[in-house]
């Protein structure tokens, strides 16, 4: 209580700066009582458990606001190198009384810091207590809510914090005084949540309370979290998300009586900035942005003329949705520089060109994917061939494969040693091998949901343009429309590993019972409204609603759009991004990975897209990537001048047990030379994309992906509309749709 008095006299004795003068705050006072309130320093309830095994210390959940909504959600936990801590102060003098060799449970204290001691990571990277990277792990899987949890010690050998929070999520409401059920589980409040934490520990780091550097944040996470690890680094520091922050009780932003903010703290008497933003993000299957991701997916289905709908109402609302794709990319006005992308797009030898990136329609000309093509594709097809080729050139990090021989029979550990990282991308080409372990390294969330290794186009390869749309449809084709279609896909998202990170409240999602009323293998187009005039006025009046603005005029739908950020004034742009995805992803459309990486690259941020071959949604690390060694490259090359590199694969010198080949043949439609160069066209790699397609329409009655989205629906009843796209194509194409729904 004595330092706690201490601290708020200084407070009101300091000269306020940077933007916070007094004469110019609403609520100075409040200032002072959230910064002394959320100094880590000045809570009692603050304990401390050493784990031996990771030597490493982990934080007490504390709670990250002054005003949470529902307080299990809003809280934070840090995890700490044992080589930064001295030890616990347990009196308040400064001087460490429980060390890592005396503490037996849990430690009510502070932690007296080391900053002279260093930590080598596993790939050869330095840091010390005031320089290491800061992991943020950003849960709520599905878009939904996290408890509070224990920060875990995964990135201690690493020498990085890592930090847990919790998030309130879609489905989350409270009872208010009245004893009425308030929903809150609208956006931002995921996001807010997570950038409330953010300045917490970021405070905190500045007092001296915990280790960790300020400027180095690395936002992570899977699927839904993996959208906001995105929607975080591309939204940092911007002014949108303030007024959210200030509702909650968030330290380090204040708002002026003039309508202006304030994002300074008090540090030893003077006024610093502190950032609620991200250095770099690691994104594993990022579900964002969902704005466009209706048309996204429809398209990725729709270039594929072999794709099975389940309707004729979903096969035409993928060939409407696709149009309208067209449309909405042709109007970004998008360009790419070739030098930043490394791909010579136009064909002329040299990578000196700035291409205009677009979509065209053409029957004939684009026949094998069902009349479209362009530039825009173009650089979908060399990304996605470029991933192959990165796999392929790194299969020497395979562990414990067994590969087989054109014979069908096992090879000699002789002739597992003599082979040549060509022999292997040609025995990976032709499916001669069965896989052990990836090679894989920490650090990737979730794990392949595909179900297995490879893919080949569907029955019919690339063939005709497939079906139109019924007579009095604007626009162009959709997709073949067999009679049956079999999914058994695993839909579900099991974010253990995310969980041991974050804060993951595991939560099975794109099932009817876990907010959505279609299933992807359903026939019927919904199970809640008995009339398209009863869905379409649904949707009118729920996009009215969205478009009129929330309680501080937010577009709601706008503030989880990372392209609204990304390079906008107002943001303070991340100085790198890698997002991670399957190939064969099941639950976002690969070309919102591309339009990030798009606006990153032309904002002069470091972006990386990933389209890892093999994997579904939430892929893991494989071949010897893995998040530290991402994160310590980009420390090299941005920070400390020193060269991070990926250590050398170890020869594989003896064959794995495997006794026939499980690997599937792709050498009818990928080619490989002599010097392990592949390559394939855009219809047969849309093929085998869309195999883990496995949304329903996509677009319609459960919105974009169906369980992500800002409010929660159930069996019975619909989550809320809001894409203004497929509304678009319900309104203009009426009375054609009107025949085919639910028939």
């Known amino acids: 209580m004595k330092k706690l008095v201490a601290l708020l006299l200084a407070l009101v004795l300091t000269t306020v700066s940077c933007g916070c003068f007094a004469e110019e705050a609403a609520s100075v006072s409040d200032k002072?009582?959230?910064?002394?309130?959320?100094?880590?320093?000045?809570?009692?309830?603050?304990?401390?458990?050493?784990?031996?095994?990771?030597?490493?210390?982990?934080?007490?959940?504390?709670?990250?606001?002054?005003?949470?909504?529902?307080?299990?959600?809003?809280?934070?936990?840090?995890?700490?190198?044992?080589?930064?801590?001295?030890?616990?102060?347990?009196?308040?003098?400064?001087?460490?009384?429980?060390?890592?060799?005396?503490?037996?449970?849990?430690?009510?204290?502070?932690?007296?810091?080391?900053?002279?001691?260093?930590?080598?990571?596993?790939?050869?990277?330095?840091?010390?207590?005031?320089?290491?990277?800061?992991?943020?792990?950003?849960?709520?899987?599905?878009?939904?809510?996290?408890?509070?949890?224990?920060?875990?010690?995964?990135?201690?050998?690493?020498?990085?914090?890592?930090?847990?929070?919790?998030?309130?999520?879609?489905?989350?409401?409270?009872?208010?005084?009245?004893?009425?059920?308030?929903?809150?589980?609208?956006?931002?409040?995921?996001?807010?949540?997570?950038?409330?934490?953010?300045?917490?520990?970021?405070?905190?780091?500045?007092?001296?309370?915990?280790?960790?550097?300020?400027?180095?944040?690395?936002?992570?996470?899977?699927?839904?979290?993996?959208?906001?690890?995105?929607?975080?680094?591309?939204?940092?520091?911007?002014?949108?998300?303030?007024?959210?922050?200030?509702?909650?009780?968030?330290?380090?932003?204040?708002?002026?009586?003039?309508?202006?903010?304030?994002?300074?703290?008090?540090?030893?008497?003077?006024?610093?900035?502190?950032?609620?933003?991200?250095?770099?993000?690691?994104?594993y299957s990022a579900i964002t942005s969902l704005y466009e991701a209706d048309m996204a997916l429809a398209m990725e289905y729709t270039l594929n003329t072999s794709f099975s709908f389940n309707t004729d109402f979903q096969q035409a609302m993928a060939g409407l949705l696709s149009q309208e794709y067209m449309a909405y990319i042709n109007a970004q006005n998008l360009t790419v520089e070739e030098a930043k992308v490394g791909f010579d797009l136009d064909g002329d030898g040299e990578l000196n060109s700035t291409i205009a990136l677009t979509i065209e329609y053409d029957e004939e000309k684009y026949a094998d994917t069902n009349g479209y093509g362009g530039s825009y594709l173009d650089l979908y097809l060399a990304e996605l061939t470029e991933n192959l080729q990165w796999y392929v050139e790194n299969l020497d990090y395979a562990e414990g494969w067994t590969w087989f021989g054109s014979d069908g029979a096992a090879l000699t550990d002789e002739e597992v040693a003599a082979m040549t990282t060509v022999d292997k991308a040609q025995a990976f080409i032709e499916g001669r091998y069965a896989k052990g372990s990836s090679g894989s390294s920490m650090g990737g969330p979730g794990g392949d949901m595909s179900g297995g290794p490879g893919g080949n186009p569907p029955d019919g390869g690339h063939g005709g343009p497939g079906g139109t749309p019924p007579d009095g449809m604007s626009g162009g084709p959709g997709g073949k429309m067999p009679s049956d279609r079999t999914d058994s896909s695993d839909r579900s998202f099991d974010n253990a590993d995310v969980a041991e990170n974050s804060s993951g409240d595991e939560m099975d999602v794109g099932t009817p019972d876990a907010g959505t009323t279609q299933a992807a293998g359903s026939s019927t187009n919904s199970v809640n409204y008995s009339s398209y005039a009863e869905m379409l006025a649904a949707y009118e009046a729920d996009v009215a609603e969205i478009q009129e603005g929330d309680a501080y005029g937010k577009n709601i739908v706008n503030l989880y759009n990372p392209l609204n950020y990304i390079g906008a004034e107002g943001t303070a742009n991340p100085t790198w991004m890698r997002i991670v995805c399957g190939a064969k992803e099941g639950d976002i459309a690969m070309f919102n990975s591309l339009n990030m990486q798009i606006a990153a690259l032309n904002a002069g941020i470091d972006a990386t897209i990933e389209w890892q071959w093999d994997g579904g949604h939430v892929p893991s690390e494989i071949l010897g990537n893995s998040l530290p060694l991402w994160v310590d490259m980009m420390y090299g090359e941005y920070v400390s001048g020193a060269e991070t590199v990926k250590p050398a694969a170890e020869t594989q010198m003896s064959n794995g047990t495997a006794e026939s080949a499980a690997g599937t043949d792709l050498s009818g439609w990928v080619s490989i030379d002599d010097e392990g160069k592949v390559s394939f066209n855009l219809a047969d790699g849309m093929a085998y994309r869309a195999k883990g397609a496995s949304k329903a329409v996509p677009g319609f009655d459960v919105i974009d992906y169906g369980q992500e989205d800002y409010v929660f629906g159930d069996s019975d009843t619909n989550a809320r509309h809001w894409s203004e796209w497929v509304l678009k194509v319900l309104r203009e194409n009426q009375e054609a749709l009107e025949s085919l729904f639910n028939k």
Not at 42 to 69: C, F, H, K, R
Not at 113 to 130: L, R, W
Not at 145 to 168: L, M, P
Not at 205 to 223: E, H, R
Request: with cysteine; aromatic share 8%; hydrophobic share 35%.
């Open 32 to 283: 002072e009582t959230i910064e002394a309130a959320l100094n880590l320093a000045n809570n009692p309830d603050q304990e401390w458990m050493y784990n031996s095994g990771a030597d490493a210390w982990a934080l007490s959940v504390v709670i990250a606001v002054t005003n949470p909504v529902i307080e299990n959600e809003e809280g934070v936990s840090v995890c700490v190198p044992g080589a930064y801590v001295k030890g616990i102060d347990t009196d308040s003098d400064g001087v460490a009384n429980v060390t890592a060799e005396t503490a037996t449970g849990a430690v009510k204290g502070s932690l007296v810091i080391d900053y002279e001691t260093t930590v080598t990571s596993t790939n050869g990277q330095t840091y010390t207590a005031a320089t290491a990277p800061v992991i943020l792990n950003t849960g709520a899987a599905g878009y939904g809510n996290s408890s509070n949890t224990t920060a875990a010690t995964t990135y201690a050998a690493e020498g990085y914090i890592n930090v847990a929070c919790g998030n309130r999520g879609k489905q989350d409401s409270y009872t208010d005084a009245e004893g009425n059920t308030v929903y809150t589980g609208d956006a931002p409040s995921c996001l807010v949540d997570q950038k409330a934490a953010t300045r917490y520990v970021k405070y905190n780091i500045l007092l001296g309370n915990l280790p960790g550097s300020v400027d180095y944040w690395v936002s992570t996470g899977g699927s839904g979290g993996g959208a906001h690890a995105a929607m975080f680094a591309a939204s940092s520091n911007n002014p949108d998300f303030y007024d959210y922050q200030i509702e909650v009780g968030a330290v380090g932003v204040y708002r002026n009586e003039d309508g202006s903010y304030c994002t300074t703290v008090t540090i030893n008497g003077e006024e610093v900035e502190l950032s609620d933003g991200a250095w770099g993000c690691v994104a």
